[in-house]
């Protein structure tokens, strides 16, 4: 089955401890992206990558690391998390080229206390 | 002005009632646009591809207004289910094919 996994679902962490979700796709999309969903606020997008070793910032980069060393893969590293990045994560892909639509895993929510 | 705009609602209808939601783009060079429907803190679908021509797909029609710079999305004979947040997403300006969404639209269908 065509999809996008995200882990956690949940976490409940404390400030400043260093964390990772993770996001795979198996199907072979060249695009790669994470957002973020805070009330009133709608999708904001926090890193991308257009393809392997290719990253890029979004509109929220702040307090977020990426990497892109395999093409299924894009973890989102938290260093040292605070109380504002308590949010709903989704990952995200779609193949490269402007026709095709972007396919969602099923979301991260992190509370940091 | 924001790349993508909808108006946020909440639109509050019966069901049976028809419903058209609007959103706008600003660059006139967008190529793609879809409608993906999101339920309360749920991962967003696909709705339904946008083509210039306009397509139907069951109670749901949507269409493109190039010189306008807008989508729209009528629901026809709402159900109950239908109460969702519905996303606009344009694709595909400057050679880009990285999305943008707009905030979404919030329905609401009571019996």
């Known amino acids: 089955e065509a999809q996008v996994t995200q882990n956690p679902r949940y976490l409940i962490t404390v400030t400043g401890k260093k964390l990772t979700v993770t996001c795979s796709q198996n199907?072979?999309?060249?695009?790669m992206s994470w957002y973020r969903q805070d009330p009133g606020l709608g999708l904001r997008q926090i890193y991308y990558?257009?393809?392997?070793?290719?990253?890029d910032k979004g509109d929220v980069p702040e307090g977020y690391k990426v990497s892109r060393k395999e093409k299924r893969n894009f973890p989102l590293i938290l260093e040292s998390p605070s109380p504002n990045q308590t949010s709903l994560y989704f990952c995200?892909?779609?193949?490269?080229?402007?026709?095709?639509?972007?396919?969602f895993g099923p979301g991260t929510r992190l509370t940091v206390t | 002005r924001k790349e993508v705009e909808q108006d946020p609602g909440p639109f509050n209808v019966p069901e049976g009632a028809t419903v058209a939601f609007n959103c706008t783009y600003s660059?006139?060079?967008?190529?793609?646009f879809f409608w993906y429907r999101q339920d309360c803190r749920k991962e967003p679908k696909l709705l339904m591809s946008?083509?210039?021509s306009g397509n139907e797909d069951g109670r749901f029609t949507a269409q493109l207004n190039r010189a306008s710079q807008y989508i729209s999305l009528l629901i026809r004979d709402s159900k109950l289910s239908d109460s969702a947040t519905y996303l606009c997403?344009?694709?595909?300006?400057?050679?880009?094919?990285?999305?943008?969404f707009g905030r979404g639209t919030s329905l609401i269908v009571h019996p």
């Open positions: 995200a892909s779609k193949r490269q080229g402007w026709q095709y639509e972007q396919y």
């Open positions: 199907m072979n999309h060249e695009y």
């Open positions: 990558s257009m393809n392997v070793e290719v990253t």
């Open positions: 660059n006139s060079a967008s190529q793609s």
């Open positions: 946008v083509y210039s």
């Open positions: 997403v344009v694709i595909g300006s400057g050679g880009s094919y990285i999305p943008t």
